[in-house]
């Protein structure tokens, strides 16, 4: 089955800095990779998601960039702000279900 | 997105009580899924809720623990039985609007304590 293992597990970074996340996945029928931002005490929010027929998605300060040949994926926040301080959670598809990585908590440093 | 909601939005029960879970949603939706979110661990699917049928469960979770109903496309329940102070956990239900697509939205939870 999908096994989905996500670096680092905590991220520190300068606000207005870059903030990168990792993924790598297992299985090579996975074709749906989706992010998921969970703040403190709220449900986990879709913020971005790519398809495996495409290599790169942006939506405004989000990116996300996947290599199927090496099976990875990674979420790329820029100009961060105090506000993307949270618990991200990158996933990929098995069947019609999607399987979570253990989640990278994000600080953003004044 | 759909609009879901999940009741009781937290509880506190005691050893060898059940609990269930409702989730709700306001469009009627393919699939219906429940996770389990232990304090500061990632979300683990319990099950699929199918509807007109027994539910999928996944490894390590069983259904006389974990009973599932989904008597329509709008509605499922998750009962958590005979419980223990691990089970104290955040029980999420997710829709997905579109088996092609995968995409899935996740209720606001339910926070159980179990003592």
């Known amino acids: 089955g999908e096994n989905v293992e996500q670096h680092p597990s905590t991220l520190s970074v300068q606000e207005g800095d870059s903030a990168v996340i990792k993924c790598t996945y297992s299985d090579s029928a996975s074709n749906y990779f989706p992010w998921y931002k969970q703040e403190l005490g709220k449900r986990p929010q879709l913020i971005i998601d790519?398809?495996?027929?495409?290599g790169e998605k942006k939506d405004q300060r989000i990116a996300v960039t996947l290599n199927k040949t090496a099976k990875h994926f990674s979420l790329h926040i820029t100009e961060t702000q105090p506000e993307d301080s949270a618990v991200y959670f990158c996933a990929a598809n098995r069947d019609d279900k999607i399987i979570f990585g253990k989640g990278t908590r994000l600080h953003i440093l004044p | 997105s759909a609009v879901i909601s999940q009741k009781p939005s937290r509880d506190i029960c005691q050893r060898g009580t059940s609990l269930t879970i409702q989730c709700q949603v306001d469009s009627q939706v393919t699939m219906m899924f429940w996770y389990r979110q232990q304090p500061g661990q990632s979300l683990t699917l319990i099950a699929t809720?199918?509807?007109?049928?027994?539910?999928?469960?996944e490894s390590g979770f069983v259904i006389d623990k974990f009973p599932i109903s989904r008597p329509n496309l709008t509605f499922s329940t998750l009962t958590v039985s005979n419980m223990s102070p691990e089970d104290s956990s955040i029980y999420l239900c997710?829709?997905?609007?579109?088996?092609?697509?995968?995409?899935?939205?996740f209720g606001p939870g339910t926070r159980l304590t179990v003592l």
């Open positions: 997710s829709v997905g609007e579109d088996p092609l697509y995968n995409e899935q939205f």
């Open positions: 790519i398809r495996s027929n495409v």
């Open positions: 809720a199918n509807q007109g049928s027994e539910a999928t469960y």
